[in-house]
């Protein structure tokens, strides 16, 4: 147990924005799994870190085994309080479940992980919902022993440390850190940690694709595997989004597809779009009419909904066949200027969740990064209202959409709210994402290819709206 | 004619979520919150409708990226005249998105000896005339009051082109006589029910709009 608190946590690292993770089709490009096994104490922990502080990829989680040990039987459990368990046997894991959520992040899915209560002995009614991460670290004692989890590995590591020195480290942290006796942590050592090691463990080193003697000490093998790695990754990362989409840019769009909704185009929407679109319109005024059809697009995207039969009775005493909505809706922003849009929905409808989703475009490629995600956990059952005011070349809307679908919402049940749209963007996303529907209230195809901005648009809409222009 | 094919009689855009809207205000168990929120919601979308039939002109404007865009800018001055009490409902709906845009009331009531309508108090803008009127009712059953409301429009000097009435539910015949009576006014709704009863209540209706808004059932 490689854990000093009294819960297993699931060790989410982030140094950066997280690049593109699908192809320019919408589909997740899998995450790059490295299974880590090796005796108790052996260093399993340092080498993934280490692996992680050297592959400078921003998003990178490490899985611990432990966080899958399975719930005791009664009698189990009782040995457990009496120091008298064997917690290093392999049928102490619950495989299914690590192999779900391996599974679930390998595919780029939102995984919910368990946490394992070392006080208790038994899992904790939290769980930890981790997602995102391009390399996923999975560790523990028999991360190399399930026949299922293996398949999903891409790279397989045991890392065979000295039994003397994996013991003396034992000793050591057990007494330092968790108050034992030095004398039971050896009895232990006999009766269980050894047997499981020579029994179960050790032989899982014939999965092993590396075997680093020595452990964290071993510069060298350590070194070419992280060489190893990184050139995979690289390989995997070559199929990613950006000259797809430049190229888009030259193409002239044709047929947009009927899941696009344009606000219909009346009077009072045309002048208020001139009013955005004007450089002399002063903020407070920007915001006025940014707020106004906001919601007018909030009320449309609405309007695509189908609600449910249901009669009332009125107070004339009569029947009205009508109408009810009957699923919940979540809003997701994509922040900064998303924001904006959240507020013209909290105002008409209620209740409702709302995610926030922060992207922000990397000064030089233009390429979206995804810094933050927080959805509601049932958002998978949810009709889900995406909003962004604007959709230039599409690919933020694009991360978006990508999100909702790794946490379970259905493609069909997703509708995109934009004030103004390319129909580059538009056609980005339609061929990625065919059953997303798109609602906007204008089409606005001059786009500059040098700064990926529309020309005719309302500039930065961010900028203009909360006054940070430079 | 049948009030729904009349071209001057204008409905919302009968969506799902609109009749979910009129689902909730209609029914009788709905508590008084939940009935002023999304009668709110309603008349946003009515006056946003309503405005739509004021006039614009076009309008070259240059965007933040400095290339021209051809737009459409507002033309005419607006004022909101309402029918008390339960016009004044609707007054703040047209405030949220025409700030501080001009307000008249106008207090009509039956005259027992009579049966008619009879004006008791008008308070208009004084330029009212060279304005577009957004009349405010909620409920248009015979018409009564507001065919007076707009008598008294006509008397200060609005040109009954520029009258656009706007209510959530009208009952056929009474939109019709409106109408009639007045070859050139514009009826902007979210429904029209089937009819009145003998209290000339609309049917279904939603019952006293007024005294479920502001709180004063019995």
């Known amino acids: 147990m490689a854990n000093t608190n009294n819960q297993t946590s699931t060790l989410m690292l982030k140094s950066a924005g997280r690049p593109p993770w699908y192809t320019p089709d919408g589909k997740n490009t899998p995450a790059y799994v490295v299974g880590i096994a090796g005796g108790s104490a052996s260093g399993k922990t340092s080498v993934a870190r280490r692996i992680v502080e050297s592959l400078n990829v921003p998003w990178v989680v490490i899985l611990s085994m432990d966080s899958f040990y399975r719930r005791l039987t009664p009698e189990e459990s009782k040995r457990a309080f009496d120091n008298n368990h064997d917690f290093d046997h392999p049928s102490s894991y619950d495989y299914a479940s690590a192999l779900q959520a391996l599974r679930d992040l390998k595919q780029g899915r939102a995984a919910r992980i368990p946490q394992y209560d070392f006080s208790t002995h038994s899992p904790s009614s939290e769980s930890q919902l981790v997602y995102g991460a391009s390399v996923v670290i999975f560790e523990g004692i028999f991360a190399l022993y399930d026949p299922a989890i293996l398949q999903l590995m891409d790279v397989k590591i045991f890392v065979d440390t000295d039994s003397d020195i994996c013991l003396a480290r034992r000793i050591k942290r057990d007494v330092a850190e968790r108050g034992r006796d030095p004398l039971g942590v050896l ?122 039969q249901k009669s009332v009775r009125t107070p004339t005493g009569m029947l009205y066949e ?24 909290r105002s ?56 909702c679908l790794d946490h379970g919402v259905p493609e069909h049940c997703i509708v995109f709210l934009s004030l103004l749209a390319t129909p580059q963007g538009v056609q980005a996303i339609q061929a990625a994402f065919p059953s997303v529907k798109l609602v906007v209230a204008l089409l606005d195809s001059r786009i500059g290819k040098d700064d990926l901005l529309v020309r005719s648009g309302y500039g930065i809409f961010g900028d203009r709206y909360f006054g940070t222009e430079c | 004619m049948q009030a729904t094919k009349h071209p001057r009689l204008h409905q919302l855009a009968q969506t799902h979520q609109l009749k979910g809207l009129m689902t909730i205000i209609r029914d009788q168990n709905t508590e008084r919150g939940e009935f002023v929120f999304y009668s709110d919601r309603v008349i946003r979308l009515l006056v946003e409708e309503g405005l739509n039939y004021l006039p614009v002109v076009d309008k070259e404007v240059i965007t933040p990226m400095g290339v021209p865009f051809q737009g459409v800018a507002f033309e005419g001055r607006i004022c909101g005249v309402s029918i008390m009490r339960a016009g004044e409902s609707m007054e703040q709906g047209l ?86 009576q007045f070859p050139k006014l514009q009826i902007i709704t979210a429904e029209i029910d ?25």
């Open chain 2, 194 to 218: 089937e009819g009145m009863d003998e209290r000339k209540f609309i049917l279904p209706g939603l019952g006293d709009f007024g005294d479920r808004y502001f709180g004063t059932e019995d």
């Open chain 1, 187 to 308: 009895q232990q050592y006999d009766r269980f940690v050894k047997p499981a090691y020579d029994g179960f463990v050790r032989p899982t080193m014939n999965n092993a694709d590396v075997i680093i003697p020595r452990g964290l000490d071993n510069d060298v093998a350590i070194d070419l595997m992280i060489q190893h790695i990184k050139r995979q990754l690289n390989e995997l990362s070559a199929t990613i989004m950006r000259p797809v989409l430049v190229d888009r840019y030259d193409s002239r769009p044709h047929g947009l597809k009927d899941t696009l909704a344009m606000l219909p185009q009346s009077t009072q929407v045309r002048a208020m779009q001139t009013i955005l679109c004007d450089r002399g319109t002063p903020r407070n005024d920007f915001i006025f009419y940014s707020d106004r059809l906001s919601r007018l697009v909030i009320e449309y995207g609405l309007g695509q909904l189908p609600l449910e």
């Open chain 1, 322 to 345: 009508g109408r009810e909505m009957d699923v919940a809706v979540t809003g997701v922003t994509v922040l900064r200027a998303g924001g904006v849009m959240e507020k013209a929905l």
């Open chain 2, 95 to 180: 405030r949220d998105v025409c700030t501080s845009v001009r307000i008249g009331k106008v207090l009509i009531q039956r005259d027992e000896r009579t049966a008619q309508p009879k004006l008791y108090y008008s308070k208009l803008p004084k330029d009212i005339a060279d304005r577009w009127v957004l009349l405010l009712d909620p409920m248009l059953a015979t018409g009564g009051s507001a065919m007076k409301c707009i008598e008294v429009l006509l008397e200060a000097g609005v040109k009954e082109e520029r009258i656009l009435f706007v209510n959530l539910i009208c009952s056929p015949e009474g939109a019709l006589a409106m109408l009639q």
């Open chain 1, 348 to 403: 008409v409808a209620r209740p409702v969740h709302y995610g926030k989703i922060l992207i922000v475009g990397d000064p030089v490629t233009h390429e979206p990064r995804l810094h933050y995600a927080k959805l509601p956990p049932s958002i998978g059952t949810h009709q889900v209202l995406l909003m962004d005011p604007t959709i230039v070349s599409g690919a933020n809307a694009m991360m978006a959409i990508r999100i």
